[in-house]
């Protein structure tokens, strides 16, 4: 059988998934009655024509690109990490309680704190299942989709009973010291300016107190904690002698353990190291925006980091381009529920068809192009007449 | 806590058990033929979308009932097509069927009612009425049995009773029938169901397909019984528990009906906190309950109660030929 060559398979077989998923979710709106191109030009509009667009789109990437290489990391291990809306509650909850309990002096040593009980409770939380998986081999599908609901259940009681303040009606812990607050993008220097509002007549808007009136956006500087990650992630992988490990692993475990290469530990890295990953998600949204730790604080995101590693063919490089193909998705379909008569549940068809043809269809949409491929290749010379 | 209650609680735990059931029998077509079906969760919540938008249309629960089959199937035939025809990844085909059918559903709902996502309250013969078994109420005054038979056996819908049927239909099928032989056959070994000249795509197709009609009772009863009508993500996360269940019992469809039951019970007991207090003595918070299902079942996968081993071929693709 013909093989794809190298490039085509790299660029052309997530490009080609990408376009049937559009594709289908082009008909999925026009079955609802609405118009594929206005929908089109509403997300385009409120995502990256304008700066405040960018703020969401960006703060949403940030949360993809954490949970997108959590997914990645476990990949690489062969080991499918559905859990990571569970660890990245358990994040959460990390961040609640470094932030609640230890007073800060500054916002840079709040996140460095926040980070550790982040990625430390996201790690625990996948360190079960991985250590089920390597001593009693449960599957770690099947465990970490049970995770996933044993924390909801455990954040509840914890949100309901324990965590939430006296007298305070939402099950949600109370906010968070303002000297944890992380600099958004309209606060950091520099990058403000983009987030200059302006009058009718293009003077700098300035607010009742004199000061410039910036638009508020929820991107901050996790963002760049995300892109140093995916560039750690990289090095990891395919730099050192783990990363090499690792890969070796989930290519084919029975090679990897004639080589010497320990089952136990690298199920157990893998996904400690995932489970970080994804609970490091944690410092965008509760410290970074929410400012107080709410139920269901992941929102989805966990899962979406399944779509953002498939469709990012799990490579950092990969991962950071599809994260923000998801944040422009949620943030466009966001601005369709208020700007048209597509529902919002519009970005969660697209995410699923896109987890259909970039994950599950992958195998058919490369045995299509390489269909296609053979019809314009010359036939090759038969050399001496040998078949 | 007296006899009653636990009447009640024993009635409500039937009622709760019934669509876990159906999808636990779906599920253990689909996994004993080699094929891994994470997307139960999603073919119960298109089923009930299907049955209650129909059943409004057409007032009647059985129109509802068929039009939820044909939505589950189609989901699983998509999941065949994926899984089976494309050999991709049945794991990842699974959550993404999932997703598609948490938002179409909305989509589809929201375009004909536009009420949110919901379709409007049926009523009448829209739904699936209770039935009263025969001597019910004379039976009530034979002392414990009797209340038992009228208040928990007696005056369910009548595909609580058919999900109970299909128990023991499924259990014949698959150890007294020559299908349920090449079914068990070809999910620890399709090689050899192959070399015997039984098409392995057309076992596997067919279970798949059965997989879809029992879903698609789950996700009929959900709408036009348990509840009168469709809501926005009603399953929640029913098709899970399913799958848990189905572990629990081993893939094995009479222990199957007893995981289902238990988790039903953990379900009703959820709704009646004071009762758990009661009998532990210790206020025991709600979503400890909820937890409860998912705790034991990463207990028995674990191994810690009996060793469960899934059918050795399940979530690999056939390739007849390398």
């Known amino acids: ?40 030009d509403v997300m385009i509009q409120g995502t990256v024509m304008t700066a405040s667009g960018w703020g969401y789109t960006l703060y949403y990437t940030t949360s993809f690109i954490f ?64 250590w089920l998986q390597a001593k009693r081999g449960s599957h770690i599908v099947i465990t970490t989709i049970m995770f996933n609901y044993i924390a909801a259940s455990l954040l509840i009681f914890l949100l309901v009973d324990v965590l939430r303040p006296a007298g305070q009606m939402d099950p949600a812990t109370a906010r968070f010291g303002p000297d944890a607050a992380l600099p958004r993008f309209h606060e950091i220097p ?24 910036y638009q508020i956006v929820p991107a901050n500087v996790t963002f760049f904690v995300a892109l140093l ?105 966001a601005e369709l529920g208020l700007w048209t008569k597509i529902p919002i549940e519009m970005r969660i068809v697209v995410q699923g068809l896109v987890i259909l043809f970039t994950g599950a269809l992958d195998v058919g949409v490369r045995m299509l192009l390489t269909r296609l491929f053979s019809l314009f290749r010359r036939p090759k010379p038969v050399a001496g007449g040998a078949v | 806590m007296d006899y009653n209650t636990l009447l009640q609680i024993l009635d409500t735990a039937l009622r709760f058990a019934t669509p876990l059931l159906f999808a636990c029998l779906a599920g253990l077509y689909s996994e004993r033929s080699g094929v891994f079906d994470i997307g139960l969760e999603g073919k119960m919540l298109a089923a009930a979308m299907c049955a ?13 009932l068929a039009a939820g089959i044909g939505g589950s199937l189609l989901f699983a035939l998509i999941h ?20 598609l059918a948490a938002g179409l559903t909305v989509l589809v709902a929201q375009r004909l009612f536009g009420q949110g996502g919901r379709t409007p309250p049926l009523e009448g013969a829209a739904r699936f009425g209770t039935i009263t078994l025969p001597f019910a109420e004379e039976a009530r ?6 209340p038992f038979y009228a208040e928990v056996i007696s005056g369910h819908a009548l595909l609580v009773y058919i999900a109970f049927a299909c128990v023991a239909l499924t259990w014949w099928a ?149």
């Open chain 2, 52 to 64: 209650g938008t129909m059943a409004f249309y057409s007032g009647s629960a059985w129109v509802g």
């Open chain 2, 174 to 322: 698959l150890y007294r029938t020559r299908f349920g032989l090449r079914l068990r056959a070809v999910g620890e070994n399709p090689a050899a169901v192959d070399t015997a000249g039984i098409s392995v795509t057309r076992l596997r197709f067919s279970a798949l397909m059965i997989t879809g009609i029992l879903c698609g009772f789950a996700g009929a009863y959900m709408a036009t019984a348990l509840q009168a009508g469709f809501g926005k993500d009603m399953t929640a996360g029913r098709g899970y528990i399913a799958l848990a269940a189905l572990i629990f019992a081993k893939w094995r469809p009479v222990a199957a009906m007893w995981a289902c039951l238990l988790f039903g019970f953990f379900q009703a007991l959820a709704l009646r906190p004071d009762v758990v207090e009661w009998v532990v003595r210790v206020k025991v918070p709600v979503p400890f309950l909820d937890a409860l299902p998912y705790v034991l079942t990463v207990f028995v996968l674990a191994g810690f109660v009996g060793k469960a081993i899934p059918p050795r071929a399940g979530g690999e693709p056939y390739v007849k030929e390398r």
């Open chain 2, 80 to 99: 065949g097509l994926t899984s089976i025809t494309f050999r991709g990844n049945q794991l990842i085909s699974g959550v993404a069927l999932n997703f």
């Open chain 2, 141 to 146: 005054a034979i002392p414990v049995i009797g």
């Open chain 1, 1 to 40: 059988m013909d093989r794809l060559p190298k490039w085509a398979d790299v660029t052309l077989v997530p490009l080609v998934s990408l376009l049937l998923a559009a594709l289908c979710s082009a008909l999925v709106i026009l079955a609802i009655g609405q118009d594929p191109l206005e929908a089109l």
């Open chain 1, 67 to 130: 949970t997108g290489l959590a997914v990645t990391m476990a990949f690489h291990a062969g080991l499918f990490n559905i859990g990571g809306e569970g660890q990245a509650q358990l994040g959460g909850l990390g961040v609640a309680l470094a932030l609640l309990y230890i007073p800060w002096p500054h916002w840079s040593l709040a996140l460095l704190g926040a980070a550790c009980g982040a990625a430390l409770f996201g790690a625990l939380w996948a360190a079960i299942p991985a």
């Open chain 1, 190 to 213: 520099g990058l403000q300016t983009l987030f200059q509002r302006y009058t009718a007549d293009g003077a700098v808007k300035l607010n009742a107190a004199g000061n410039i009136d």
């Open chain 1, 229 to 333: 990650l995916a560039l750690g992630v990289w090095a990891l992988l395919w730099r050192t002698r783990l990363g090499y490990d690792i890969r070796a692993f989930g290519k084919s475990e029975a090679a990897a353990r004639y080589a010497g290469i320990g089952a136990t530990k690298i199920i157990m890295i893998a996904m400690i190291l995932s489970g970080g990953l994804a609970g490091l998600m944690a410092i965008n949204n509760v410290m970074g925006e929410a400012g107080r730790l709410v139920q269901n604080s992941a929102s989805g995101a966990g899962f979406i980091g399944i779509a953002v590693a498939l469709m990012g063919r799990n490579h950092p490089i990969g991962v950071v381009l599809a994260a923000f193909l998801f944040g422009f998705l949620f943030q466009g379909g």
